[in-house]
């Protein structure tokens, strides 16, 4: 099969790190893999293999005529058979497929505020969704919402999956080694940094020469000014650290010590998953489906959202014992190799494939 990943933006998102990690993969498992990002790029497109064929749209607006037509002619030249859209790029995906009827369509759900879904619009994507053969969810709860409100027949739970990247190590990290605390998150509220934050603050009165790095895409808008302002009225300013988005993660998280996710809503994060393959311990909400990669305490700290005081506990907790973490390190990488394994994802992702062949 030509098959084409489709996304939004290639800035370093979980849904954009999927679609990349996606393309590459398949390059060795089908006849030609594609990646087309309809609206920006970013950091990821040096990530993409030099084996994947890639287009850029740089759409302006809903209904892009230019942008329609060029994703319609690459389609045509290409032979594309079918198109993987990730997010919201369906109804670009839409428009395509009323262009060239024998498209065959997957929708890959991946979205993170799984604990709000009733908040979610969903007139459009019902009827976008008609036009698809297919949808992936990355969460229990999104695969019970396709079905129940959107009326999906075929959907299926695809996990997220996470690589070694081997981009060329340019960060370094600030504070004194083997006293860093690192999370890995785009600057949006859902992500909760401001928890962090204030568990931080707590922390520091017994641990003064620790410190904490956000690594994600810093949006400079109204949430990532209220995390700089917190890091400045607090006087945290040379012990918390904003880099924006990075490409070396594994490069990054190599220098840290203790991973924390604090979302308030998450789908089954990328983040998660790289936290294990680098053998960090790792702290996290029980929030979408980190429950699947944290299942037992063995394996890291699973807390509720929202609650500084549970977080600064348990990171003092991971401070105070170096055997702890080493420890819950090493289980959570093998669960994560074991279970979240880009073989058992591909298998799982090219058995629907190989259902709309010709």
Known sequence: MNVLQLIDSLNAGGAERVAVNYANALVSHIKTSHLCATRKEGVLKDSLSKNVSYLFLNKQSTFDLKAIKTLHAFIKNNKID???????????????????????????????????????????LKWCLKLFNHVFVVNKKLENWSVQVLNIKSVSYLPNFAIVNDTKSITELKGDNNK??????????????????????????????????????????EYSLSIKLFIKENNLEYHAFIYGSCLDVFNILKQANIAVLPS??????????EYGLAKLPVIATNVGDCSKVISHSSEGFLIEPENHKVLANAIETYINNIDLRTQVAENLNLKVLSTFSEANALALLIKIYKNYQK
């Open 82 to 124: 079918l198109i993987h859209a990730h997010g919201s790029s369906f109804f670009i995906a839409t428009l395509v497929k009323i262009l060239n009827p024998k498209l065959k369509l997957i929708w890959h759900d991946h979205y993170g505020k799984s604990e709000f879904l009733n908040e979610r619009p969903k007139f459009i």
């Open 180 to 221: 860093r605390i690192v999370c890995l998150a785009n600057l949006r509220p859902q992500k909760d940094h401001l928890v962090l934050l204030k568990a931080f603050k707590e922390v520091r009165y017994k641990h003064p020469d620790w410190s904490l790095h956000f690594i994600g895409q810093d949006f400079n808008d």
């Open 264 to 273: 308030k809503s998450e789908g089954l994060p990328v983040a998660l998953l």
